[in-house]
């Protein structure tokens, strides 16, 4: 079955204090975003990516995916006004039957068996939406003030979230709701059911400059085979 991956890149540098967004920003020489890309292309032969960008940036995106091992896999797209209106923007270039994949350009750390995994779910049930389990101690504001809650039931939501192509572009022809925060929740409020499976631990968001140090080790150890 044809697969496209929808990588969404449009954030900017603010948290991390920086005049360039993070999906820029040098990971070990080479720019975040050459590991999401790289990732995918690894991932599936017959996989072809649309890049989501802001306009001002297609520049810098045409000289990253041109530094990857197969560019001609890469579309390029321009992002709108939120996250919905982008992901929404790159499936308008999906026209045959498939499986879609949308992730966080700046999730630059997952692994082609994790995008793997998250395909064979998909087309058994329809979406595969990877999470880990929380391991602080959590607790929930409520109207007496604040309550501990089984932190083994809270389930923090990672990237690629995947569906169904006929599925997904359907989702995405809703008028935009403020909850939705992910593709997931776009999905659901059609009355579907969100199928969960086992993420990474180190597939993290680059936000804050702490994350590029920690990305920095995970590659490092990866190299050395830890």
Same mark, same amino acid.
């Given at each position: 079955m044809k697969k496209f991956a929808v990588i969404v890149a449009g954030g900017s540098g603010l948290r991390m204090g920086t005049q360039?967004?993070?999906?820029?920003?040098? =990971?070990? %020489?080479? !720019? /975040? =975003?050459?590991?999401?890309?790289?990732?995918?292309?690894?991932a599936f032969d017959d996989l072809t990516i649309i890049l989501v960008l802001p306009e001002s940036h297609l520049q810098t995106g045409h000289e990253i995916l041109r530094?990857?091992?197969? !560019?001609?896999?890469?579309?390029?797209?321009?992002?709108?006004?939120?996250?919905?209106?982008? /992901?929404?923007?790159?499936? %308008?270039?999906?026209?045959?039957?498939?499986? /879609?994949f949308v992730h966080d350009g700046v999730r630059c750390l997952l692994t082609p068996d994790l995008i793997r995994r998250c395909f064979n779910m998909a087309q058994e049930r329809g979406n595969a939406i990877p999470a880990v389990t929380a391991v602080d101690s959590i607790r929930i504001e409520t109207f007496n003030g604040n309550a501990a809650i089984d932190r083994n039931k809270i389930k923090i939501i990672q990237t690629p979230?995947? +569906?169904?192509?006929?599925?997904?572009?359907?989702? +995405?022809?809703? $008028?935009? %709701? $403020? &909850? +939705?925060?992910? $593709?997931? &929740?776009? /999905?659901?409020? =059609?009355?579907?059911?969100?199928? =969960?499976?086992?993420?990474?631990?180190?597939?993290?968001?680059?936000?804050? !400059?702490? %994350?590029?140090?920690?990305?920095?080790k995970i590659l490092e150890e990866r190299e050395m085979g830890i």
């Open positions: 360039v967004p993070k999906q820029f920003l040098p =990971l070990r %020489d080479k !720019p /975040v =975003l050459w590991y999401t890309l790289t990732a995918f292309l690894e530094s990857t091992f197969d !560019p001609d896999r890469i579309w390029m797209t321009t992002g709108g006004e939120t996250r919905f209106h982008s /992901v929404k923007n790159g499936l %308008d270039h999906i026209h045959q039957h498939s499986i /879609v979230q995947t +569906f169904y192509s006929d599925l997904i572009k359907a989702a +995405f022809e809703q $008028e935009y %709701d $403020e &909850s +939705f925060t992910d $593709e997931a &929740s776009v /999905v659901e409020k =059609l009355g579907v059911k969100i199928h =969960l499976l086992e993420g990474e631990p180190t597939n993290i968001k680059i936000t804050r !400059p702490l %994350d590029i140090l920690i990305a920095e």
